[in-house]
């Protein structure tokens, strides 16, 4: 079964696994669960199968990686600026990702993360503020995977 929603996926979970997927009925304990605990910051009032349905649609209008190579800026363990990265990411969404680095064992600094910000809807691209943590050099490698 090919799922392409939210909607989609829990209509299935509720079909396929009715007592593990959504033991309250509708699915809202399942994703309650899974938003907390994945980290995210959950309002009670908040409606997380919008949530990730927001999530998925924004997902489908950014292709990082696509945005990335189509820069010269490649997965191949090289070394790139910061500046460059976040160049490409900016001029192929329009909004300035957080890059998030960490350390390898050489103490080399390393692509991470790149998150990209939304406003409170959770429906629309913001840029990012600055975050105190993953902080990168400006060069930094970009590992294969």
């Given at each position: 079964m090919y799922l392409v929603s939210v909607a989609d996926l829990r209509s299935g979970m509720q079909k396929s696994w009715p007592t593990l997927a959504c033991s309250s009925g509708t699915g809202v304990a399942f994703w309650t669960h899974e938003w907390e605990k994945h980290g995210t910051c959950s309002e009670s009032t908040l409606d997380q199968h919008g949530y990730f349905q927001a999530a998925l649609d924004l997902k489908k209008q950014v292709n990082l990686l696509q945005a990335l190579?189509?820069?010269?800026?490649?997965?191949?363990?090289?070394?790139?600026?910061?500046?460059?990265?976040?160049?490409?990411?900016?001029?192929?969404?329009?909004?300035?990702?957080?890059?998030?680095?960490?350390t390898d064992t050489s103490r080399n600094s390393q692509l991470?993360?790149?998150?990209?910000?939304?406003?409170?809807?959770?429906?629309?691209?913001?840029?990012?503020?600055?975050?105190?943590?993953?902080?990168?050099?400006?060069?930094?490698?970009?590992?294969?995977?």
């Open positions: 190579t189509n820069a010269g800026i490649n997965p191949d363990g090289g070394s790139y600026s910061l500046s460059s990265i976040k160049s490409a990411i900016q001029e192929a969404v329009g909004f300035t990702p957080w890059i998030e680095c960490n991470y993360q790149i998150y990209l910000c939304v406003d409170t809807s959770g429906k629309n691209l913001i840029d990012c503020p600055v975050f105190p943590k993953g902080k990168c050099d400006s060069e930094i490698e970009f590992p294969s995977f």
